[in-house]
């Protein structure tokens, strides 16, 4: 995974901060569906109730794809939070939209695509956020089976956990977010959301999230 710009991730992660999609309390720790127990909670689906913000994401999201998969003919939006920016960024480029479901419907047709991907058509996954990388790798893999040629992801933000990395790099799968983690708590410091001392436990619980407040 690769940042495409600072400046970007920088504005991202303020514009993420200041609509409160993301939540940093280091007291009271948030629950994970995981599980997990969390300092940090992320919902961009937030971003959508926010003009500014969500064009902003949206014209970024485009950058990235135009720059690093100008081929492509066809966005595939990662249910949930993946839809609505893949759809808007599809349709401004003027290429075909579908989304990727968690799991087949449950009744009707079961799709677990919703859309057509035509064998060898060129795909861009939309991710709203990265976690462990697991549901946007099943969603890779839902396309591959239709006979997609996905060419790479991008996302809105990213963990940036190990296991992430390894498990897209395994797979060969090109990730471009606009901001990641520390560009977040960079950011979240200079707008003194936390302290300098904060950051040890927030960088601890990134490296060990399934460990941390244990």
């Not at 939540?23 to 009271?28: A, D, G, Q, V, Y």
């Not at 690093?68 to 893949?86: D, R, S």
């Not at 977040?184 to 200079?190: E, F, Q, V």
Request: net charge neutral; glycine share 8%.
């Amino acid at each position: 995974m690769q940042i495409f710009q600072q400046q970007v991730a920088n504005t991202v992660a303020a514009y993420l901060l200041d609509c409160q999609a993301v939540k940093i309390n280091l007291k009271e720790p948030y629950i994970w569906a995981s599980g997990w127990k969390s300092p940090i909670y992320t919902d961009n689906r937030v971003t959508l109730s926010y003009p500014q913000v969500r064009t902003y994401i949206k014209n970024q999201l485009i950058s990235l794809i135009v720059n690093n998969f100008p081929t492509v003919e066809c966005i595939a939006g990662v249910a949930t939070g993946g839809i609505p920016q893949g759809a808007l960024t599809a349709d401004e480029i003027g290429v075909a939209f579908v989304y990727v479901r968690a799991e087949p419907k449950g009744h009707g047709l079961k799709n677990l695509i919703e859309g057509h991907v035509s064998p060898g058509q060129k795909v861009v996954v939309v991710e709203d956020l990265i976690s462990t990388g697991k549901s946007s790798l099943r969603a890779v893999n839902a396309l591959l089976e239709e006979g997609a040629d996905v060419l790479g992801m991008v996302s809105v933000f990213t963990y940036g956990f190990p296991e992430a990395w390894a498990s897209f790099e395994k797979a060969g799968v090109k990730c471009f977010p606009l901001t990641d983690y520390l560009s977040l708590i960079s950011t979240a410091l200079a707008k003194g959301l936390i302290q300098e001392k904060d950051i040890a436990t927030l960088e601890q619980w990134r490296k060990d999230p399934a460990s941390w407040g244990k």
